[in-house]
């Protein structure tokens, strides 16, 4: 079956950048999504990429896919306190139904 | 406007309680879920809904009990739930199924005693 497979964690000081990596099994996969889930709250849909193309950017965040590694990407530029958070990376499934989710990556930014 | 909304934020319910979760939408969205969500876990489908007919039942057992009464609002029944049915439920929308943007809302904690 379909599969989403992130790093756990990644801890990052204020003012680097961040690199969350995911991989994903389905090669079918049109659409590749990022969301951010703080604390206690629900997930924000951050960004996603079609698959027709290589990279994506929008103001500090950039998501590059590699179709042929089936590899996933998002970069944080100038990463801030406020960008601590699980960071879920998600795929649609083969029937295009629903999302699957990775496992999530928490990202912890220290000051 | 993208805001999915949810009510209540916590709920706490015994065992031989019935309660309902509610979802609203304004976005025109003809798809709507709902997720379950385990702490230090990733969402879970439990069911789908498009134009206002359920679509996907994850296999969720009878004690939740989903409804549609229109295009912007979707329902969770519960009904003799378990403590391990303790989780975030989370309701998502999106224009149709099969892609494109999906927006969640923040989710009703659900405590069972």
């Known amino acids: 079956g379909e599969d989403v497979e992130q790093s756990l964690f990644l801890s990052v000081r204020e003012g680097d950048s961040s690199v969350i990596n995911c991989t994903y099994t389905?090669?079918?996969?049109?659409?590749l999504y990022w969301y951010k889930q703080e604390p206690g709250a629900g997930l924000q849909l951050l960004t996603y990429?079609?698959?027709?193309?290589d990279m994506k950017q929008d103001q500090r965040l950039t998501v590059l896919l590699n179709k042929k590694d089936k590899h996933l990407s998002l970069r944080i530029a100038d990463t801030q306190t406020g960008d601590s958070a699980i960071y879920f990376c998600a795929d649609f499934n083969q029937a295009g139904t629903a999302l699957i989710f990775g496992k999530g990556t928490t990202l912890s930014v220290s000051s | 406007d993208t805001e999915v909304t949810q009510t209540p934020k916590h709920l706490v319910m015994g065992m031989t309680n019935k309660k309902s979760l509610k979802c609203e939408q304004h976005?025109?969205?003809?798809?709507m879920y709902w997720y379950k969500q385990k702490a230090k876990k990733p969402p879970e489908l439990m069911f789908v809904?498009?134009?206002?007919?359920?679509?996907i039942n994850e296999s969720v057992p009878s004690r939740f009990s989903p409804e549609c009464p229109n295009s912007s609002l979707l329902n969770l029944h519960l009904h003799a739930l378990q403590p391990e049915d303790s989780a975030l439920y989370l309701c998502?929308?999106?224009?149709?199924?099969?892609?494109?943007?999906?927006?969640f809302g923040p989710g009703t904690r659900l405590t069972v005693t």
């Open positions: 976005m025109g969205h003809r798809a």
């Open positions: 990429i079609f698959s027709n193309m």
């Open positions: 998502a929308s999106s224009q149709e199924t099969g892609g494109g943007e999906q927006y």
């Open positions: 809904y498009s134009y206002e007919k359920l679509s």
């Open positions: 389905d090669s079918s996969s049109t659409y």
